[in-house]
C-alpha cells in the first residue's frame, strides 16, 4: 500500500489490479510491482482534483469515461524515471533498451559546476536602475550583458527561480515538452498563475492551451532543444513574396536578412553554435563559419541521409546551440538521451543563463531579483515610462516596489510582454503602453508543426543523443501554391514515456494490456519521428488580450487568448506531413502515421511570437525596428514578440541576434566578443 492513502482501502484493491490490467507481469514487472500504488498516491498530493478520476476508474473500470487517461497515466509512471515512483529499479528502461546517460557512461562528472548568478533579495533592491531588463530568456539575457558592459547598472527581473541543473535534469513527467497533466519544473507551478481562453475557460500552467515557456532564469533556453537556425532572405520578405492571403495579416519586416547578418555571426559566436559546412537552399550568405563542427550522429543519421538522396532532396546538419567541443571555458556534450526539455548535465547546452548572463554579472553591474514580476510600467504626468512597479513573493509575503529606471527592455516572452504593456495604462494610453493604435497583442504566433512517426523491423534509434542530427530545408519555400513551409529534422532521442504516447496516440498499440507492453519493448527503438515548423502566415484576430474580471494572485488581470490559425498553415502542415512520411518510408519505415487532424485556439508555445511586431509605420506595428516602443525612446522589447512573421525554423538564434541589434544601437557600440577576435575554443 502506499505510504500515503487518501483513498479507501477496496478502491486501492480495484485500482491495483486495474493497473495490472494496463501493464501486466511477464518477463518484467507488472505496474503495481514496479510502484504504481505509491506512483499513483504520490500524484494525488499534487493534483488532489485527480480522486474522483480514480474513484470513477475503481467503480467502472474500462467503462469509465477516465479510463484512457487512467492507463495513460499508469503507463507513464511505469516508463518514466524511478524517482516518480512507478518505475522500480529502471525495469522498464531494461526491458525496452533505453538509457538516460551516454553509451559508455559519463566522460565527467555531472551534474557540471554551474557559475553562481548574482541574485539580489527585494529588500536590497535600489531604488533607481540605469536599465531595468524584464524578462531573463534570449533577449533579456542579451540586453543585460550588453548594457552592463556598456556601463549601465542593471536591475533583471525574472518570475520564476534560478533551479539548478541538478533539479533539471532528471523528471520525465515534469518536463516541459511532456505533456502528463502535471506542472513543469521549469515553471510556473503555481496554479493562481491562470489564463483564459476565448470560450471564458480557465487553464493552467500544466494545460497546453496555457501556451507555456519557461518561467525561470534563462527563460526558455533553460531548458531548450537548441536548433540554432537563422532565417533566410525570404523569411523578412513574405508578403512581397508571396501577397497576403485572405484573412491573413502576413507582412514584410522592416529589416531584411543583410542587416541582421552581422548580429547572426555575432550570436553564433558569442554563444555558441555548432553545426555543418552547409546551409542548404533558401539560407543567406554568411561571412564566418559555425565556430564548433556538428555535434557527432550515428548510423541514424546516415540511413535518413541515403533516403533523402534517392528522394532528391538535399540534407545539411542540424545547427544546434550546444558544444560539440570545449568552448568558452565550458564542456563538450556527452551526448546523453536527456535534452529537450531539460537542464544539460554537462552545462553543454548554451542559454541565457551560462553565457549572456554570466557575462552581465561579471562586471558587477547587474543582478537579478526572483519570483517577482514588473506589474505596470510606471509613467509620470507627461506619460513618459519613468520606471516599473515591481510585484513579489517571499517566503510566503506578497510584496510591492516602485523602482525608477532611466531605461526599459521588456523580454518577458510575446504572451507576457503583451500582458505587461496591456496592464500599463495612463491618461495618455488608457489601453496600455503602445496601444493607442489596438496593435498590442495582435498577430500572436508561434509555430504549427507537421511530420511523421514511422515503425522499422530494425533497430534504427541508436540513442546517440541529443537526436536531430540530419534536416531538409529544401520545403522552406516555393512548395507550389503553399504560402512558404518550413524544414524538416529527425527528432530528439525520446523518452519512453512519451514514446509510449506517440505509440498510442498513432495507433501502433494498444493502452492497455500485454500487446502494448510488447509494443514497447519492440518498437521503442524501431521507431523514429521526423518533424519540421511551418511559417504561420499570421492574423490579427490571432491575439493577447487581458481579461479584468479574472486576475492572479497580485490582482493583475490576466492573459486572454483569441483567434487561431490561418487555413494556410494547416495546409503547410500536411504538406510537411507527407513529406515527412515519404522521407521515413524511403528510409525502410514499414507503417507511418502522418500528422494532421483539427486545430482550435491561437498559437503559442514555446515558439511563442508577434505580439508586439516591429514595423516602419505607428499604425500597424507596436515597435520600431530597433525594438522601441512608438512613442516611448526609453522603452524597448527584445523578445520574439517583436518578430512580424516567424520563420519555417526555430525561432531562438533570431531573437539573440535581433536583440543584440537593439542593444548596439541603444548603447551606441557594444564590441563584445566578435570585434576582439576572440570566440575559440576553451578547455
Same mark, same amino acid.
Given at each position: 500500500?502506499?505510504?500515503?492513502?487518501?483513498?479507501?482501502?477496496?478502491?486501492?484493491?480495484?485500482?491495483?489490479?486495474?493497473?495490472?490490467?494496463?501493464?501486466?507481469?511477464?518477463?518484467?514487472?507488472?505496474?503495481?510491482?514496479?510502484?504504481?500504488?505509491?506512483?499513483?498516491?504520490?500524484?494525488?498530493?499534487?493534483?488532489?482534483?485527480?480522486?474522483?478520476?480514480?474513484?470513477?476508474?475503481?467503480?467502472?473500470?474500462?467503462?469509465?469515461?477516465?479510463?484512457?487517461?487512467?492507463?495513460?497515466?499508469?503507463?507513464?509512471?511505469?516508463?518514466?524515471?524511478?524517482?516518480?515512483?512507478?518505475?522500480?529499479?529502471?525495469?522498464?528502461?531494461?526491458?525496452?533498451?533505453?538509457?538516460?546517460?551516454?553509451?559508455?557512461?559519463?566522460?565527467?562528472?555531472?551534474?557540471?559546476?554551474?557559475?553562481?548568478?548574482?541574485?539580489?533579495?527585494?529588500?536590497?533592491?535600489?531604488?533607481?536602475?540605469?536599465?531595468?531588463?524584464?524578462?531573463?530568456?534570449?533577449?533579456?539575457?542579451?540586453?543585460?550583458?550588453?548594457?552592463?558592459?556598456?556601463?549601465?547598472?542593471?536591475?533583471?527581473?525574472?518570475?520564476?527561480?534560478?533551479?539548478?541543473?541538478?533539479?533539471?535534469?532528471?523528471?520525465?513527467?515534469?518536463?516541459?515538452?511532456?505533456?502528463?497533466?502535471?506542472?513543469?519544473?521549469?515553471?510556473?507551478?503555481?496554479?493562481?498563475?491562470?489564463?483564459?481562453?476565448?470560450?471564458?475557460?480557465?487553464?493552467?500552467?500544466?494545460?497546453?492551451?496555457?501556451?507555456?515557456?519557461?518561467?525561470?532564469?534563462?527563460?526558455?533556453?533553460?531548458?531548450?532543444?537548441?536548433?540554432?537556425?537563422?532565417?533566410?532572405?525570404?523569411?523578412?520578405?513574405?508578403?512581397?513574396?508571396?501577397?497576403?492571403?485572405?484573412?491573413?495579416?502576413?507582412s514584410d519586416w522592416p529589416i531584411s536578412y543583410q542587416d541582421l547578418e552581422p548580429y547572426?555571426?555575432?550570436?553564433?559566436?558569442?554563444?555558441?553554435?555548432?553545426?555543418?559546412?552547409?546551409?542548404?537552399?533558401?539560407?543567406?550568405?554568411?561571412?564566418?563559419?559555425?565556430?564548433?563542427?556538428?555535434?557527432?550522429?550515428?548510423?541514424?543519421?546516415?540511413?535518413?541521409?541515403?533516403?533523402?538522396?534517392?528522394?532528391?532532396?538535399?540534407?545539411?546538419?542540424?545547427?544546434?546551440?550546444?558544444?560539440?567541443?570545449?568552448?568558452?571555458?565550458?564542456?563538450?556534450?556527452?551526448?546523453?538521451?536527456?535534452?529537450?526539455?531539460?537542464?544539460?548535465?554537462?552545462?553543454?547546452?548554451?542559454?541565457?543563463?551560462?553565457?549572456?548572463?554570466?557575462?552581465?554579472?561579471?562586471?558587477?553591474?547587474?543582478?537579478?531579483?526572483?519570483?517577482?514580476r514588473a506589474s505596470q510600467l510606471r509613467t509620470d504626468v507627461s506619460g513618459r515610462v519613468?520606471?516599473?512597479?515591481?510585484?513579489?513573493?517571499?517566503?510566503?509575503?506578497?510584496?510591492?516596489?516602485?523602482?525608477?529606471?532611466?531605461?526599459?527592455?521588456?523580454?518577458?516572452?510575446?504572451?507576457?510582454?503583451?500582458?505587461?504593456?496591456?496592464?500599463?495604462?495612463?491618461?495618455?494610453?488608457?489601453?496600455?503602453?503602445?496601444?493607442?493604435?489596438?496593435?498590442?497583442?495582435?498577430?500572436?504566433?508561434?509555430?504549427?508543426?507537421?511530420?511523421?512517426?514511422?515503425?522499422?523491423?530494425?533497430?534504427?534509434?541508436?540513442?546517440?543523443?541529443?537526436?536531430?542530427?540530419?534536416?531538409?530545408?529544401?520545403?522552406?519555400?516555393?512548395?507550389?501554391?503553399?504560402?512558404?513551409?518550413?524544414?524538416?529534422?529527425?527528432?530528439?532521442?525520446?523518452?519512453?514515456?512519451?514514446?509510449?504516447?506517440?505509440?498510442?496516440?498513432?495507433?501502433?498499440?494498444? %493502452? &492497455? !494490456?500485454?500487446? $502494448?507492453? /510488447?509494443?514497447?519493448?519492440?518498437? @521503442? *527503438?524501431?521507431?523514429?519521428?521526423?518533424?519540421?515548423? +511551418?511559417?504561420?502566415?499570421?492574423?490579427?484576430?490571432?491575439?493577447?488580450?487581458?481579461?479584468d474580471g479574472v486576475v492572479d494572485q497580485y490582482g493583475l488581470p490576466v492573459v486572454r487568448?483569441?483567434?487561431?490559425?490561418?487555413?494556410?498553415?494547416?495546409?503547410?502542415?500536411?504538406?510537411?506531413?507527407?513529406?515527412?512520411?515519404?522521407?521515413?518510408?524511403?528510409?525502410?519505415?514499414?507503417?507511418?502515421?502522418?500528422?494532421?487532424?483539427? %486545430? &482550435? !485556439?491561437?498559437? $503559442?508555445? /514555446?515558439?511563442?511570437?508577434?505580439? @508586439? *511586431?516591429?514595423?516602419?509605420?505607428?499604425?500597424?506595428? +507596436?515597435?520600431?525596428?530597433?525594438?522601441?516602443?512608438?512613442?516611448?525612446?526609453?522603452?524597448?522589447?527584445?523578445?520574439?514578440?517583436?518578430?512580424?512573421?516567424?520563420?519555417?525554423?526555430?525561432?531562438?538564434?533570431?531573437?539573440?541576434?535581433?536583440?543584440?541589434?537593439?542593444?548596439?544601437?541603444?548603447?551606441?557600440?557594444?564590441?563584445?566578443?566578435?570585434?576582439?577576435?576572440?570566440?575559440?575554443?576553451?578547455?
Open positions: 500500500m502506499p505510504p500515503v492513502d487518501p483513498l479507501p482501502e477496496a478502491v486501492w484493491e480495484q485500482l491495483t489490479a486495474l493497473m495490472d490490467y494496463v501493464v501486466p507481469a511477464d518477463d518484467y514487472p507488472s505496474a503495481s510491482q514496479a510502484g504504481g500504488a505509491h506512483f499513483l498516491a504520490t500524484l494525488l498530493e499534487e493534483r488532489p482534483d485527480w480522486r474522483a478520476r480514480l474513484d470513477a476508474v475503481a467503480r467502472d473500470g474500462e467503462a469509465s469515461e477516465h479510463w484512457d487517461w487512467f492507463a495513460e497515466i499508469v503507463s507513464g509512471g511505469y516508463y518514466a524515471d524511478p524517482a516518480n515512483g512507478g518505475n522500480t529499479d529502471a525495469a522498464s528502461w531494461r526491458m525496452v533498451d533505453w538509457q538516460p546517460e551516454p553509451l559508455g557512461g559519463w566522460p565527467e562528472k555531472v551534474p557540471a559546476e554551474e557559475a553562481a548568478p548574482a541574485i539580489v533579495h527585494p529588500r536590497d533592491l535600489e531604488s533607481r536602475y540605469d536599465a531595468i531588463v524584464i524578462g531573463s530568456g534570449a533577449g533579456g539575457g542579451v540586453a543585460a550583458c550588453g548594457l552592463a558592459e556598456a556601463g549601465r547598472q542593471v536591475l533583471v527581473v525574472e518570475a520564476g527561480e534560478w533551479p539548478s541543473i541538478e533539479s533539471l535534469h532528471r523528471d520525465h513527467l515534469r518536463n516541459p515538452r511532456s505533456d502528463w497533466g502535471l506542472a513543469p519544473l521549469s515553471g510556473p507551478v503555481d496554479e493562481r498563475q491562470v489564463r483564459v481562453l476565448e470560450n471564458g475557460r480557465i487553464v493552467r500552467p500544466f494545460e497546453g492551451a496555457w501556451n507555456n515557456n519557461a518561467f525561470t532564469a534563462g527563460g526558455g533556453t533553460r531548458v531548450y532543444g537548441a536548433q540554432a537556425w537563422r532565417f533566410g532572405p525570404l523569411d523578412f520578405r513574405m508578403a512581397s513574396t508571396y501577397g497576403v492571403p485572405d484573412g491573413s495579416a502576413l547572426y555571426e555575432r550570436a553564433e559566436w558569442e554563444i555558441g553554435v555548432s553545426g555543418g559546412p552547409e546551409d542548404g537552399p533558401w539560407a543567406g550568405p554568411r561571412t564566418r563559419e559555425f565556430p564548433m563542427p556538428a555535434l557527432r550522429s550515428g548510423p541514424k543519421r546516415d540511413r535518413l541521409a541515403t533516403a533523402a538522396a534517392s528522394l532528391g532532396f538535399s540534407t545539411v546538419h542540424v545547427p544546434m546551440l550546444i558544444n560539440s567541443q570545449p568552448y568558452l571555458g565550458r564542456r563538450a556534450c556527452s551526448s546523453c538521451n536527456l535534452c529537450i526539455g531539460f537542464a544539460c548535465p554537462d552545462d553543454a547546452k548554451n542559454g541565457s543563463q551560462n553565457t549572456m548572463l554570466t557575462r552581465a554579472f561579471a562586471t558587477k553591474r547587474a543582478h537579478i531579483v526572483l519570483n517577482s519613468v520606471g516599473v512597479t515591481l510585484v513579489g513573493e517571499t517566503g510566503g509575503v506578497m510584496w510591492s516596489r516602485e523602482i525608477d529606471a532611466a531605461e526599459i527592455v521588456v523580454a518577458a516572452g510575446a504572451v507576457e510582454s503583451a500582458r505587461l504593456l496591456l496592464n500599463s495604462r495612463s491618461t495618455r494610453e488608457p489601453h496600455g503602453i503602445g496601444n493607442n493604435n489596438d496593435q498590442v497583442g495582435r498577430h500572436l504566433q508561434g509555430h504549427v508543426y507537421g511530420g511523421a512517426f514511422g515503425l522499422f523491423e530494425d533497430v534504427v534509434e541508436d540513442l546517440v543523443g541529443p537526436g536531430p542530427s540530419i534536416a531538409t530545408t529544401d520545403y522552406r519555400h516555393r512548395n507550389g501554391d503553399l504560402v512558404g513551409g518550413g524544414i524538416i529534422a529527425d527528432e530528439f532521442v525520446a523518452l519512453p514515456a512519451n514514446t509510449y504516447w506517440y505509440l498510442v496516440s498513432s495507433g501502433f498499440i494498444p %493502452r &492497455a !494490456g500485454l500487446a $502494448g507492453k /510488447q509494443g514497447m519493448r519492440r518498437y @521503442l *527503438r524501431r521507431s523514429l519521428r521526423l518533424m519540421g515548423p +511551418v511559417q504561420e502566415v499570421t492574423s490579427a484576430e490571432s491575439r493577447v488580450r487581458v481579461d487568448f483569441s483567434g487561431s490559425v490561418h487555413a494556410e498553415d494547416l495546409r503547410a502542415r500536411d504538406f510537411t506531413s507527407r513529406m515527412s512520411g515519404e522521407w521515413l518510408r524511403a528510409a525502410g519505415a514499414v507503417d507511418t502515421f502522418e500528422f494532421g487532424g483539427k %486545430r &482550435a !485556439g491561437p498559437s $503559442g508555445g /514555446q515558439h511563442q511570437a508577434g505580439t @508586439l *511586431r516591429m514595423g516602419s509605420d505607428p499604425s500597424n506595428s +507596436v515597435v520600431d525596428e530597433y525594438g522601441r516602443v512608438w512613442g516611448h525612446e526609453n522603452v524597448r522589447v527584445m523578445d520574439g514578440s517583436v518578430h512580424v512573421t516567424n520563420g519555417g525554423v526555430n525561432p531562438v538564434l533570431t531573437i539573440f541576434a535581433t536583440a543584440l541589434r537593439s542593444v548596439e544601437h541603444m548603447t551606441g557600440s557594444w564590441n563584445g566578443l566578435r570585434k576582439a577576435g576572440s570566440g575559440g575554443t576553451d578547455s
